[in-house]
């Protein structure tokens, strides 16, 4: 297909027409990225009643559900559906109520903002039909030849590898509302609350765009939160980035009290890291034995390294060597084994939105709940960690890998063991 295919609007909707819901998702959001610089107008605009700023924030909200709706299976999609009506039902109603407000004025960027936030309230539609004409209205305004790439690439490609083209062709904003677009978006006075979006629009225009699980996951902040404005939506954002990113990094001060109160209790602590690698191996032993499996699962490849990390510290422990070489050791095996976890509830953050049926055999996931899936497993293994982390264990003690656990054998296994949310009585360390 060439540049020469689409030669009118005519042409693009007729194409856009034979192509399913993730195509047509993907072109409406790419044309949405593009019409989002013109509600720069709103955020010149004394809003104290929040108009202005609700309205840019749910047709950022409208956008975004729409790019990621386009990279997720038909499963996923549906169980957007109630995100993308509510951010497109919000976007249309407050346009609504600004088109009757003092904030639209006579003037040509008024109007143009108007067009741009209906015309962004419809991306996020779920209907075929409607996301067709937002696409190819919203397109009008767009760089011809940006479109018809757009088109081309999803086409030849798939959706998903349209994302990873600049938005514009050789890298240009297209016009001066881009840049004041931007700098709104990372302006210092509300840095804190549009922080994500200036990171998410500066991505999505240099074809970089940010972890598509953070993206899905925002797209499903509750509604109230959403409707609480950008603040609240800040918040939750941030929640999910903590998420996502695994344990908090280790600091070093605290790093190295701990690690004294360690070897002040030389043989607590390192039968405590040879207790926690003997866990691990027998339970993915047993697991192997049983399943019969090769190995775990591929989003598990994480946990079969923690033994080594527990059987290191123990070795520092119990070696003959100088105290402060011994702190030092002890706190590098540490911060390792803080690094490993860090990946595995990193990796399974994603993992465990995705499809899992089928990962396991229905022997295997019989397997799994009496070994690395049963709570005596896990809560065995958070309290290992914690205790090496300085950290009292808890229900958010290894949380992603619980909840991966979960997933993995409801959706494999209805005679699975019910695994049981708690731990065993925790101390302090």
């Not at 955020?43 to 749910?58: E, F, P, R, T």
């Not at 999803?154 to 998903?160: D, E, F, V």
């Not at 959403?226 to 344990?247: D, N, S, T, Y």
Request: charged letters at 25%.
């Amino acid at each position: 297909m060439d540049d020469e295919a689409f030669e009118s609007l005519e042409q693009l909707e007729a194409w856009l027409r034979k192509q399913d819901i993730s195509a047509i998702q993907a072109f409406s959001a790419r044309a949405a990225l593009r019409e989002l610089p013109a509600l720069t107008y709103f955020s010149d605009k004394d809003a104290k009643d929040m108009l202005g700023v609700n309205l840019i924030l749910y047709c950022l909200r409208a956008t975004l559900t729409c790019g990621v709706s386009s990279t997720q299976s038909r499963k996923t999609q549906r169980a957007m559906k109630a995100a993308a009506d509510a951010s497109a039902a919000d976007a249309r109603s407050t346009v609504i109520a600004a088109a009757t407000s003092s904030l639209i004025l006579d003037s040509e960027a008024a109007l143009r903002a108007t067009r741009a936030a209906r015309s962004i309230s419809h991306a996020a539609a779920t209907s075929a039909a409607i996301s067709i004409r937002s696409a190819s209205n919203s397109a009008i305004s767009a760089s011809s030849n940006s479109r018809l790439r757009d088109a081309n690439v999803i086409a030849i490609q798939g959706t998903k590898a349209v994302y990873s083209r600049a938005l514009w062709l050789e890298g240009k904003a297209g016009s001066e509302s881009v840049r004041k677009w931007i700098e709104f978006l990372r302006e210092p006075s509300s840095s804190r609350q549009w922080r994500f979006w200036h990171k998410w629009y500066q991505s999505m225009v240099e074809g970089k765009p940010l972890n598509w699980e953070l993206q899905r996951r925002v797209a499903l902040i509750e509604d109230d939160i959403w409707r609480a404005g950008p603040k609240a939506v800040a918040q939750a954002i941030h929640e999910i980035e903590q998420e996502l990113a695994g344990p908090a990094p280790l600091e070093e001060n605290v790093l190295r009290k701990h690690v004294e109160h360690l070897l002040k209790n030389p043989v607590i602590s390192e039968a405590t890291a040879l207790n926690g690698a003997e866990t691990l191996e027998h339970a993915i032993s047993e697991y192997l034995r049983a399943a019969p499996a090769n190995g775990l699962p591929e989003d598990l490849k994480h946990l079969e390294g923690l033994p080594q990390h527990f059987r290191a510290i123990a070795r520092v422990i119990g070696s003959q060597t100088s105290k402060e070489e011994k702190e030092a050791l002890l706190a590098d095996e540490i911060s390792k084994l803080h690094a490993r976890v860090a990946e595995l509830e990193k990796e399974l953050a994603v993992a465990k939105s995705k499809e899992l049926k089928g990962v396991i055999s229905l022997k295997a996931a019989e397997s799994f709940g009496k070994t690395i899936g049963s709570p005596v497993f896990w809560s065995g293994a958070a309290v290992s960690v914690g205790y090496f982390f300085g950290v009292t264990p808890s229900d958010m003690t290894l949380e992603n890998f619980r909840n991966y656990v979960e997933e993995l054998l409801r959706v494999n296994a209805d005679t699975a063991p019910n695994v049981q949310t708690q731990l065993p009585s925790s101390f302090d360390i």
